[in-house]
């Protein structure tokens, strides 16, 4: 199953808005005290499915074009990379800043 971690607003190179979904596989495995999540590799990609990498905290890059991609932090609500929500126990946490 792919999980969605968050949606970051940003603006492209010519000042078009774009979203940048950040994806996360996540595995089901049985256990003794009920299923178990398992979490692997995340990437991220435009709402079209292209592929993005971080260049750092605020900035994405199209993988394909180049275009630098500027997270607009005013009017994005949504959490940055080292603040995603984790599992500790079965409890959601806010994973620490590195």
């Not at 940003?10 to 005290?33: N, Q």
């Not at 500027?70 to 946490?93: F, K, S």
Request: charged share 25%; aromatic share 4%.
């Amino acid at each position: 199953m792919i999980g969605e971690l968050a949606r970051h607003r940003c603006t492209g190179d010519d000042g078009t808005a774009l979203f940048v979904i950040e994806h996360r596989h996540v595995f089901t495995s049985p256990g003794g005290a009920g299923p178990r999540q398992h979490r692997g590799a995340a990437w991220a990609t435009l709402l079209n499915g292209e592929p993005v990498r971080y260049i750092h905290a605020r900035a994405l890059e199209v993988i394909a074009t180049g275009e630098l991609l500027v997270r607009d932090l005013r009017r994005c609500n949504c959490a940055p990379a080292a603040m995603i929500v984790t599992r500790d126990g079965g409890r959601e946490r806010k994973a620490r800043q590195a």
